[in-house]
């Protein structure tokens, strides 16, 4: 039978060595990347936001679509319909960026009157 002294050092040799067999940060995984595009249209208006693939971490470039019900699906940016979408929620987006206003807290400014005699 192996000593306990035995054991924790086997066990961490075993540990070092796993740390730099197993990367831990220097993979980068894409979150998400469309396998597959949607061969027809959803109706435009259901279709709230769109985020691209990165063409150089996903097999293929695409563009995720966001419904109101927060289903996504896959257009392939080629297609004339995926170009006009993005265009259009661009567009959209840009309007109501626009319309914001900023915000804070308005102080109305009190005019002090310094005393005055009239005679």
């Not at 796993?18 to 993979?27: G, R």
């Not at 936001?49 to 996504?72: D, P």
Request: proline content about 6%.
């Amino acid at each position: 039978m192996a000593s306990p002294m035995t054991v924790v050092t086997s066990l961490l040799f075993l540990a070092v060595c796993a740390h730099h067999i197993i990367p831990t940060d220097s993979v980068l995984l894409p979150s998400t990347c469309c396998m597959l595009f949607i061969s027809k249209r959803i109706p435009e208006n259901r279709v709230v936001s769109y985020q691209l693939t990165n063409g150089s971490m996903c097999l293929n470039a695409g563009v995720i679509f966001t419904t109101k019900k927060g289903h996504e699906f896959c257009g392939d940016p080629r297609q004339e319909w995926v170009q006009r979408y993005m265009k259009n929620l661009d567009a959209k987006k840009k309007k109501a960026s626009s319309r914001a206003r900023p915000v804070g807290v308005r102080v109305p400014i009190q005019r002090l009157l310094s005393n005055r005699t009239t005679l």
